[in-house]
């Protein structure tokens, strides 16, 4: 399973951007999906979280402003970022765990930078 990422750019302080993620592969069967973010010289954090049902975990420095939303039909992930801060540039990427029987595997995009600056 391959995972795209996409919707990344630069935006000012205020406004918005959505990301958009879509896996390639042959799976059918996706568990959690989410975002991470990481900027240069700190580990990767969560972003949010989805998980079938529709269950959504948010880190709380997006809660509020960001919003997670899933397309199974579509193998896609996107994230609705709103409000968004200087604090909130980073590469951004999504996550998928997948059905590889006998197991659960994860998969990991390539990463879209966000840039929020005036």
């Known amino acids: 399973v391959q995972l795209q990422a996409s919707g990344g750019g630069l935006v000012q302080p205020g406004g918005s951007l959505r990301l958009a993620c879509t896996a390639s592969?042959?799976?059918?069967?996706?568990?959690?999906m989410g975002w991470y973010r990481q900027t240069p010289g700190k580990q990767r954090e969560l972003v949010a979280t989805?998980?079938?049902?529709?269950?959504?975990k948010y880190a709380d420095a997006v809660k509020g402003r960001f919003t997670i939303s899933r397309d199974d039909a579509e193998k896609s992930v996107y994230l609705q970022m709103d409000s968004l801060e200087p604090e909130d540039t980073a590469v951004y990427y999504c996550?998928?765990?997948?059905?590889?029987?006998?197991?659960?595997?994860?998969?990991w995009g390539r990463g879209t930078l966000v840039t929020v600056s005036s």
């Open positions: 996550y998928a765990e997948y059905w590889a029987a006998p197991t659960w595997a994860d998969a």
């Open positions: 592969g042959s799976t059918f069967s996706f568990n959690t």
């Open positions: 989805i998980a079938r049902f529709a269950v959504r």
